[in-house]
């Protein structure tokens, strides 16, 4: 399997994580994780979050550990998790939902992008935290 590197500049790296692979933790399949295919690009390589197994989406990688700290310690100021869902007919534009999940924090943003017959695609940001299944909790 191959990861597409979308931008690589000072050592921070963007890959196009598709379905089905496994950004890090127990491995559950024979496919290669993430982080090992970051590794083959970089040998110090580490990846710098996860995302879900069957999700898509950009991962960030470091090519040491320098820049894995830089992006750990300011993932909130230069990062924004954006996710796209459909759904049936909300009754709502825009909508911020702050429901705790497991007693934990969690704040998701909604936005309408656009509305046809009975559905809508909708733009879900994770304001606060990335509870396992947090958009589909609070939608």
Same mark, same amino acid.
């Given at each position: 399997? !191959?990861?597409?590197?979308?931008?690589?500049?000072?050592?921070? @790296?963007?890959?196009?994580?598709?379905?089905?692979?496994? =950004? !890090?933790?127990?491995?559950? /399949?024979? @496919?290669?994780?993430?982080?090992?295919?970051?590794?083959?690009?970089?040998?110090?390589?580490?990846?710098?979050?996860?995302? *879900? !197994?069957?999700?898509?989406?950009?991962?960030?990688?470091?090519?040491?550990?320098?820049?894995?700290?830089?992006?750990?310690?300011?993932? %909130?100021?230069?990062?924004?998790?954006?996710?796209?869902?459909?759904?049936?007919?909300?009754?709502?534009?825009?909508?911020?939902?702050?429901?705790?999940?497991?007693?934990? =924090?969690? =704040?998701?943003?909604?936005?309408?992008?656009? %509305? *046809?017959? /009975?559905?809508? @695609?909708?733009?879900?940001?994770?304001?606060?935290?990335?509870?396992?299944? !947090?958009?589909?909790? %609070?939608?």
């Amino acid at each position: 399997m !191959q990861v597409d590197v979308l931008f690589e500049k000072n050592g921070i @790296l963007a890959l196009n994580k598709p379905a089905g692979l496994i =950004s !890090q933790g127990p491995k559950t /399949s024979s @496919l290669p994780e993430l982080w090992e295919l970051v590794r083959s690009h970089h040998p110090t390589g580490h990846v710098a979050h996860r995302i *879900d !197994q069957f999700t898509t989406g950009i991962n960030l990688a470091g090519a040491s550990r320098h820049q894995i700290g830089y992006l750990m310690s300011n993932w %909130h100021t230069i990062t924004r998790k954006t996710y796209l869902a459909i759904i049936e007919d909300p009754y709502w534009v825009e909508m911020l939902v702050t429901n705790p999940i497991g007693g934990k =924090s969690a =704040s998701t943003f909604f936005r309408i992008i656009e %509305h *046809d017959w /009975s559905y809508a @695609l909708v733009e879900c940001t994770l304001v606060k935290n990335g509870r396992t299944h !947090q958009i589909r909790r %609070h939608l």
